[in-house]
């Protein structure tokens, strides 16, 4: 995978390789590109930088437009944050630990979201055509605001490597018991549109991962045997290309006995997944058990768990207590060592150039709002899009 080891902001010398400007007709296009040096100016804390021009549309940049840090007042914040949401902390916490604003926190998380949701979308673009194992599909349960709001995400995992390939959100109804009182609330609550639910979603991820199969080969996926997944399946044109198998969550208990063959069987072919949701549920404070620090917006949590699959593919080794330090990302071929949260963010990421398209892009510019909430803010910055 194409990724500089040395981040932007440590160049001895930038080359700009394309025009930062959305608008730029060599912005996507790196041919005929052109660029002169313009002048140079003095950050705040004296270090004199160089501004270049592009001669395509003339707007004028500095190598900070090519760094996750551009307009930010505090670069040196970025990596502790990140590092911070993914040891476990809430928002606010992270604020008093590293001395800043709680809403410098939550905009920063939000914008490392994006970068993730870019740089996974990266890492499949170069895995096109190379997946050679089966991939293990399962929805992660959580809730956004209130437990009368729940949706799953679609985690397809690698089974060998253990590589998150995408991460999908399916709004659904509420399910399971509740009281009178506690239905009369729901039904006052405002409308969300379901997108699809569990079958929308599992039909993007089928759509995200077929591509990545070498043209002729079956894609090889593992299920709990969610009606969805079967649907989904069926009713995909490429159906005769796509091998599920079901491993239906067989009845466990009483508490303490031994689990059945089936139960057996189900939690070997289920384990990435499996594990992936332990480690979220354990990394991210938002999908604890009965936590006060629950996300107010799904939005805003599927843009933190993008930042969470970054650091489980490129950062965390398989195993840490085996001592295997080998990244997901390594196992694939991507990349040939593991990376610090320095080189995560090494460089800046733009939708435009990954093409981003689909619920990445929705969720990239924030247009799944929580209607429930009164104020939801899109992301349609001009300059840091
Ligand atoms: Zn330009």
Not at 186 to 211: F, Q, W
Not at 225 to 251: E, Q
Request: glycine share 8%; hydrophobic share 40%; net charge positive.
């Amino acid at each position: 995978m194409d990724w500089p080891r040395t981040p932007v902001d440590r160049l001895q010398e930038l080359r700009p390789p394309f025009c930062p400007r959305r608008w730029c007709r060599h912005h996507t296009r790196a041919e005929g590109f052109r660029w002169r040096k313009h002048g140079t100016y003095t950050t705040a804390r004296g270090a004199c930088r160089q501004r270049y021009r592009c001669l395509g549309c003339g707007s004028t940049f500095s190598r900070r437009a090519f760094s996750v840090a551009y307009w930010a007042k505090r670069p040196e914040l970025i990596v502790p944050i990140a590092a911070g949401l993914q040891a476990g902390s809430a928002h606010r916490q992270i604020a008093r630990t590293i001395g800043c604003a709680a809403s410098t926190v939550t905009r920063r998380s939000a914008q490392l979201g994006r970068h993730g949701i870019l740089l996974l979308a990266r890492a499949r673009a170069a895995l096109a055509g190379r997946l050679d194992e089966t991939v293990v599909l399962d929805h992660f349960e959580t809730f956004e605001l209130t437990q009368d709001l729940p949706f799953g995400v679609a985690t397809p995992v690698g089974a060998r490597s253990w590589f998150v390939y995408g991460i999908d959100p399916a709004p659904h109804e509420r399910t399971g018991r509740r009281s009178a009182e506690q239905e009369r609330r729901r039904r006052r609550r405002a409308p969300r549109p379901a997108r699809g639910g569990y079958l929308g979603s599992t039909r993007r991820v089928l759509e995200a991962l077929l591509p990545l199969c070498a043209p002729g080969d079956p894609l090889r996926l593992v299920g709990d045997g969610h009606p969805a997944y079967d649907r989904a399946v069926a009713r995909h044109p490429a159906a005769p290309r796509i091998r599920l198998a079901r491993y239906p969550n067989p009845r466990r208990g009483p508490k303490g006995s031994p689990r059945s063959a089936d139960a057996v069987a189900r939690d070997a072919a289920l384990f990435p997944v499996d594990l992936l949701h332990g480690l979220l549920r354990h990394s991210l404070a938002a999908h604890r058990r009965e936590t006060i620090a629950f996300g107010r917006r799904l939005n805003a949590l599927v843009e933190r768990l993008h930042l969470a699959a970054v650091w489980r593919n490129f950062v965390k080794g398989i195993s840490e207590r085996r001592g295997d330090p080998r990244t997901p990302a390594m196992l694939l071929g991507l990349t040939d060592r593991p990376w610090s949260w320095a080189r995560v963010l090494g460089r800046r990421l733009f939708p435009d150039r990954e093409r981003l398209a689909g619920v990445g892009l929705e969720i990239y510019r924030r247009d799944w709002i929580t209607a429930e909430l009164g104020r939801n803010t899109r992301h349609r910055a001009v300059f840091v899009y």
